[in-house]
């Protein structure tokens, strides 16, 4: 159980256009997604904390206009880069969880992640 | 702030020796701490958590909180633990996870 899905698994684009990632709870409700970026051979960086109907938490330093977080239902969320230049590439990871711990603090469940290769 | 500094980005062993991965952690309230392995080609996943107290794969981790630290460990090494492994530091319910750096293990034949 508890798996993440993404697509696409790897995109490459144009300078200046969007791209749309999409991250899905296959077997079960994410209460709360996260959205990480990750540069090769380093950690994860979080980006944004997304709750379902509303707006997402921007770590500080992410533009909230460049990287567009929507999380219209418990099983979705999308990232949208928007006028992605080749900078923007990089490796983007989501996680999810089922807010089922009981008041403890909950697993995050990963992604496989999508590698974008912005030219 | 969160923190958490893992203070070996390489480490290599023999199979079947002991093992120990680093971390330590910054945090003014109650820790909870994770640690995730992420094996070649393969998406994160979770190892265990400190509030769980279980074993698996044969890897264990105390939470030590006068040292700040939450070192993952294996007696015996295996050529299959080679991975990348991060800890990480989450503190209320639902909350954002602090990742480290991560170690990369290599358990030589």
């Known amino acids: 159980g508890a798996v993440v899905s993404q697509h696409p698994s790897w995109v490459i684009c144009k300078s200046g256009t969007s791209v749309k990632i999409e991250c899905r709870s296959l077997?079960?409700?994410?209460?709360?997604m996260f959205w990480y970026r990750q540069f090769p051979k380093q950690s994860l960086m979080l980006m944004a904390t997304?709750?379902?109907?509303?707006?997402?938490?921007?770590e500080q330093g992410v533009e909230k206009d460049k990287f567009l977080i929507n999380h219209a239902s418990l099983t979705l969320s999308t990232l949208t880069v928007t006028s992605a230049h080749p900078e923007d590439s990089s490796f983007y990871i989501c996680s999810a969880t089922d807010g089922l711990a009981g008041g403890l603090p909950d697993t995050q469940y990963f992604g496989p992640g999508t590698r974008l290769t912005v030219l | 702030a969160q923190r958490v500094t893992q203070p070996e980005k390489l480490l290599s062993v023999f199979k079947g020796a002991p093992v120990e991965l680093k971390c330590n952690y910054s945090y003014s309230g109650s820790p909870e701490l994770f640690w995730y392995v992420q094996y070649s080609r393969q998406r994160l996943q979770l190892l265990l958590r400190h509030i769980s107290r279980e074993s698996i794969k044969g890897f264990t981790a105390d939470l030590n909180k006068g040292e700040t630290s939450f070192h993952l460990k294996k007696p015996f090494a295996q050529e299959e633990d080679s991975a990348m492994y991060y800890c990480?530091?989450?503190?209320?319910?639902?909350?954002?996870?602090?990742f480290g750096e991560g170690t990369q293990l290599t358990v030589n034949p």
């Open positions: 990480a530091l989450g503190g209320a319910s639902g909350s954002r996870l602090t």
């Open positions: 997304s709750n379902e109907g509303s707006k997402a938490t921007y």
């Open positions: 077997d079960f409700q994410a209460t709360t």
